[in-house]
Structures are given as structure tokens and as C-alpha cells.
């Protein structure tokens, strides 16, 4: 059994289930720490998402970002990931799921996400609850330095 729900508080356990997951997100950003999730979950525009089991493990997460442009609300779900040893179960969709209605609920016209290829079962998620592929580039430009002190 999963549940999911809002993070608004930063507690150990949740700076733990960072730790564990965010390696299994990216391999080179280092996880958030207490400063970085309470700046997350304080933000207006960032909405942190939590997966449980049924022991209050806290198995995954995402990151929905709600914000106003000229043309209406938008929303972005980022950093999708769900802790290894939980995959299969329902954690991706329960928490995309909640995601897509707080979006709605948020009053955003559409929800978009980005997913790389080799994610096959993410792809397969998205696909199955509606997610459609854009005709888009995405394009990227790395401003600063990069999270690990490694200049490109």
C-alpha cells in the first residue's frame, strides 16, 4: 500500500530518504540537505511530493512546480524517482497521479514533464496515464558551476 502526500515539514527521515534516493536519480548532483528541502518545501512555486509504504518508508518522490507566465499556469513535475527496492509497486503513478490533480487544483492548464529515453518503464508510465510526446526541443544551458565543483 502507497500513500502520497505533501511534504511542508523537513525532518531527518525525510533528508535520509534524500540521501538514498537521489543517487538512484543522478549521478551527479548530490542530494539536498536540510538547508536546500526546507528552501523547496517554503518555496510557492515548488510542491515536494512524497511516497510511503504501508511502514511510513518514505519511498519516493517528485517535485511539482506550479508558476504564472502571460499565457496561463503552468506546471512542471520534476525529479521523478522511486527508491529501487520499491519499483513495480505503484509509487511512480500514485505519485504522478498526485501530482496531475494538485496541478489541476492549482488551476494549471497542462502538466509536462521530461523523461530521457533509456527511462523505458518511466516512458511506459507516462504514455499509459495520458502523457502525450511533444514535437519540442529541449534545450539547456548550464549557467555557474556545476553541483559537484566540476567545471564542463
Known amino acids: 500500500m502507497v500513500t502520497v502526500g ?3 515539514e523537513v525532518t531527518p527521515e525525510l533528508v535520509e530518504a534524500f540521501e538514498r ?4 536519480l543522478s549521478s551527479s548532483s548530490p542530494p539536498p540537505g536540510h538547508d536546500q528541502l526546507v528552501e523547496i518545501v517554503r518555496s510557492a512555486a515548488s510542491i515536494l511530493l512524497v511516497a510511503q509504504d504501508s511502514a511510513g518508508t518514505i519511498i519516493g518522490s517528485l517535485t511539482l512546480a506550479v508558476f504564472r507566465v502571460p499565457t496561463g499556469r503552468l506546471a512542471w513535475i520534476e525529479d521523478v524517482v522511486v527508491d529501487e527496492s520499491a519499483r ?6 500514485a505519485l504522478v497521479a498526485a501530482a496531475v490533480a494538485r496541478a489541476g487544483a492549482e488551476g494549471a492548464k497542462s502538466v509536462d514533464l ?8 518511466a516512458n511506459r508510465l507516462y504514455l499509459r496515464m495520458g502523457f502525450e510526446p511533444r514535437a519540442t526541443n529541449v534545450y539547456r544551458l548550464a549557467v555557474g558551476p556545476s553541483p559537484g565543483g566540476n567545471h564542463h
Open 114 to 121: 521530461t523523461s530521457r529515453p533509456s527511462r523505458a518503464a
Open 88 to 93: 513495480g509497486a505503484g509509487a511512480g503513478e
Open 6 to 8: 505533501e511534504a511542508t
Open 21 to 24: 534516493l537521489v543517487p538512484q
